[in-house]
C-alpha cells in the first residue's frame, strides 16, 4: 500500500489520519453489533445516541448557544443557496450581499427565482484582493438577511472582521472556516456549511440557525428543506446521510483531543505564517491579497512565469504534495490547509517551493 500524502486538496479535503483509522477499524463491526453503523437504522437506539453526543461536542467545540438548533442536512452549501430565502423570507422581499468572490456570487445568483439580492458592497473593484469594509456596506434595514462567506474558497480572500448588521441577522457561508478558529456564534442568525472540507466527508450539511428565525419557511418549501420540520424531527425527517454524520462525530472526537478550536486556530495562524511568508520571501511566488484579508485555510499563489506551472505540479506531485492547482477560474496555484493538514505537511511543501524555485528560477 502506497504511503499516505499530503492533501492539499480544496474540498473533499484531508481527514485527519487517525480518524480514517478508527473508522476502518470499526467498519465491519460497529460497537460489537456485528454490522457496520452505515448498514443500521438511523433510528436504532445507539445510532441516535451517537449522533446526538456528535452533536453535543460541536455545541461544545463552538460553545453555540442554547437558543441555536444545529441540523445536520444533505444537498451541500449549493442547496443552501436556495433554501435560505426559502427559509428566512418570511413577508420580505429582499436580503442584502457582500459579493467578495465566486461563492457569494452563487449565493447571489440563487437568490434571483425567489427575491431580489441587493448587493451592498463587493470587492470586484478591487479584484477581489480586499474586502469590503464596515463603513462600506450600505445595509438595508428592511433586508430579510445579510449574506456573506467570511472565507472565499477559491480566491483565498478572508474576512478579518464580522460585519455588524444591526437586528438583521446575519448569515454566513463557513464551508471552509468553520472549526479553524473560535468564534462568537450569537453574532450570527445562520451559520451553514458543507462538511467536506473542514468537518468530514462529502454528504453532510450543517446548518446552524437561531431559533426566533424558524417557522417562517414560504409554503411550498420542500420538507426535507424546511429547517423548522428538520430541527422539529432532530433532522431525521427522512433519511440523513449517516455515514457522513458518523465520521463527523468523529472529527469533533478528534479536534477536542487536539485541544479544540482555539489550538486548531493557533496550529492554523502558523500553518499559514510559515507559508505566506515562503511566498512573500521568494521572487517566484506572490500572493496580492491584502495581508489582513489573506485566507488561513486556502492560500493562493501564483508562480512569476506561468509557463513553469505544470512542472510545479508535476513535480509536486511526485514529492506527495497532492493537489496544488488552483481553481480552473482563477489559475495558479492554491494549497487548501485546513485541520486535517498537519503542520509537517506546510514544512514539506515550503521545502520543495524553495528547492524549485532555486532550481528554476535562480
Ligand atoms: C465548497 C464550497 C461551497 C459549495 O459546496 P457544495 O457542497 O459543493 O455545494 C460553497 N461555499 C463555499 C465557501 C465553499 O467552500
Redesign the pocket.
Known amino acids: 500500500m502506497s504511503k499516505r500524502q499530503f492533501n492539499f486538496c480544496a474540498?473533499p479535503a484531508a481527514l485527519p489520519t487517525a480518524v480514517l483509522e478508527l473508522a476502518q477499524a470499526e467498519l465491519l463491526d460497529w460497537q460489537g453489533r456485528g454490522v457496520s453503523v452505515m448498514e443500521m437504522s438511523h433510528r436504532h437506539p445507539a445510532y441516535m445516541a451517537m449522533v446526538a453526543d456528535a452533536e453535543a461536542k460541536l455545541r461544545q467545540l463552538m460553545d453555540i448557544p442554547a437558543n441555536y438548533k444545529v441540523l445536520f442536512l444533505q444537498g451541500?452549501?449549493?442547496a443552501q443557496f436556495a433554501l435560505l430565502p426559502l427559509n428566512l423570507l418570511g413577508q420580505k422581499t429582499s436580503a442584502d450581499y457582500i459579493d467578495t468572490g465566486i461563492?457569494s456570487a452563487k449565493a447571489i445568483d440563487a437568490m434571483a427565482p425567489f427575491a431580489e439580492a441587493k448587493v451592498v458592497a463587493s470587492s470586484q473593484s478591487k479584484n477581489h484582493l480586499q474586502v469590503p469594509s464596515q463603513t462600506q456596506l450600505e445595509l438595508n434595514a428592511d433586508a430579510a438577511f445579510v449574506h456573506y462567506?467570511p472565507?472565499e474558497?477559491i480566491g483565498g480572500l478572508a474576512f478579518d472582521y464580522v460585519p455588524k448588521t444591526g437586528s438583521v441577522p446575519l448569515v454566513a457561508?463557513m464551508?471552509?472556516t468553520i472549526l479553524s478558529e473560535p468564534i462568537d456564534v450569537s453574532q450570527f442568525g445562520v451559520i451553514y456549511a458543507?462538511a467536506?472540507?473542514n468537518i468530514g466527508p462529502a454528504g453532510l450539511t450543517l446548518v446552524i440557525v437561531r431559533e426566533d428565525l424558524l417557522g417562517q419557511a414560504r409554503d411550498d418549501t420542500p420538507r426535507p428543506f424546511n429547517y423548522a420540520l428538520q430541527a422539529d424531527n432532530d433532522s431525521m425527517l427522512n433519511t440523513p446521510p449517516t455515514y457522513s454524520w458518523y465520521l463527523a462525530g468523529l472529527v469533533f472526537d478528534w479536534l477536542l483531543a487536539q485541544g479544540g478550536v482555539s489550538a486548531m486556530a493557533q496550529l492554523n495562524q502558523a500553518k499559514a505564517q510559515t507559508l505566506y511568508q515562503a511566498i512573500d520571501s521568494s521572487r517566484l511566488y506572490s500572493n496580492n491579497i491584502a495581508v489582513a484579508n489573506r485566507s488561513k485555510m486556502n492560500v493562493t499563489f501564483s508562480l512569476a512565469d506561468a509557463a513553469l506551472n505544470a512542472q510545479f505540479l508535476s513535480e509536486s506531485e511526485a514529492c506527495g504534495l497532492l493537489n496544488l492547482k488552483g481553481h480552473r477560474s482563477v489559475g495558479g496555484m492554491r494549497a487548501s490547509i485546513y485541520n486535517a493538514v498537519p503542520l509537517e505537511a506546510i514544512t514539506a511543501l515550503v521545502a520543495f517551493m524553495q528547492d524549485f524555485e532555486q532550481r528554476h528560477w535562480a
Open positions: 474540498g451541500g452549501a449549493t461563492w462567506c472565507n474558497t457561508d464551508s471552509s458543507g467536506q472540507k
